[in-house]
């Protein structure tokens, strides 16, 4: 187990080491650094793999939560980097990982080599779907993880037959109401980055799954066509967690754009 202790929070990683080029993996919503292990055990041997446990989640997360923002994670994120002896990485970012990855490429830029957003978005969230998220955040906050918000959740993130389901909602329910409802506000009072996107020098890969029930395909693209160096790739079929219900697919489409930016590992 190695923690790094930075910025007033005491960081949860794990890190395949070598000399490779680096890959920072960070996790969506109520997730954790585990929701990569098909990426790190594809990528391993050939780069160095890093995954972490965001602010409020998994074994990062504080006795006493506190309000804070993606420009703080993104900072945490640099400072892992420091932490590290690491000069900079490849980003890759599945939903709110996206979130904290494409403001550290705005605020680090020296940091980030390339970016990858998978099943995010630069935008907030949907007006329409906030008065649903906010139930089933009260719910689960008040009355724990019933059978019906465990599903409903798992259903959003995961898709409806994700076979690992079980495990996840054995997670969440040992996750105290006061992270839930500090990391949700963190979520839903996010500033909008479409208007800085063309700012993203970074070459770019969007990965977006056509049956993501949290982000429409159409946010992805609105990425795509204001980042300059990107690229989408859709995936048909996958959800919201394309990476876990899609890995080979997901793995394939990540080899060949790193393969392009460091063929000399291929």
């Known amino acids: 187990m190695a923690f790094a202790d930075v910025n007033g929070q005491r960081l949860y990683y794990e890190d395949t080491g070598g000399s490779g080029?680096?890959?920072?993996?960070?996790?969506?919503?109520?997730?954790?650094?585990?929701?990569?292990?098909?990426?790190?055990?594809?990528?391993?041997?050939?780069?160095?793999?890093?995954?972490?446990?965001?602010?409020?989640?998994?074994?990062?997360?504080?006795?006493?939560?506190?309000?804070?923002?993606?420009?703080?994670?993104?900072?945490?994120?640099?400072?892992?980097?420091?932490?590290?002896?690491?000069?900079?990485?490849?980003?890759?970012?599945?939903?709110?990982?996206?979130?904290?990855?494409?403001?550290?490429?705005?605020?680090?830029?020296?940091?980030v080599t390339a970016l990858v957003m998978l099943d995010s978005q630069a935008g907030r969230e949907q007006e329409e779907k906030l008065p649903i998220y906010e139930q089933l955040i009260n719910t689960f906050m008040t009355e724990g993880l019933t059978p019906d918000v465990g599903a409903t959740i798992a259903g959003i993130i995961l898709g409806r037959d994700y076979p690992e389901s079980e495990y996840w909602q054995n997670k969440w329910k040992t996750v105290p109401s006061a992270h839930i409802g500090n990391n949700f506000q963190t979520l839903v009072s996010r500033d909008d980055l479409t208007g800085r996107l063309s700012e993203v020098t970074q070459p770019t890969l969007i990965i977006h799954g056509d049956a993501d029930l949290a982000i429409p395909l159409e946010r992805a693209q609105l990425m795509a066509d204001q980042i300059s160096d990107s690229v989408l790739t859709v995936i048909p079929g996958a959800g919201h967690a394309a990476n876990m219900s899609h890995p080979d697919e997901v793995n394939s489409v990540l080899a060949d754009f790193l393969n392009k930016r460091y063929p000399e590992t291929v």
């Open 21 to 111: 080029p680096v890959i920072v993996f960070s996790h969506g919503l109520l997730m954790d650094h585990e929701m990569f292990d098909a990426q790190v055990a594809a990528f391993r041997d050939r780069f160095r793999c890093i995954t972490w446990d965001e602010r409020g989640h998994g074994q990062t997360a504080a006795a006493e939560p506190a309000p804070f923002s993606y420009y703080d994670s993104a900072d945490d994120l640099a400072a892992l980097l420091t932490h590290l002896d690491i000069e900079n990485a490849v980003l890759v970012g599945m939903s709110q990982g996206g979130f904290l990855s494409l403001r550290c490429a705005l605020t680090h830029p020296e940091r």
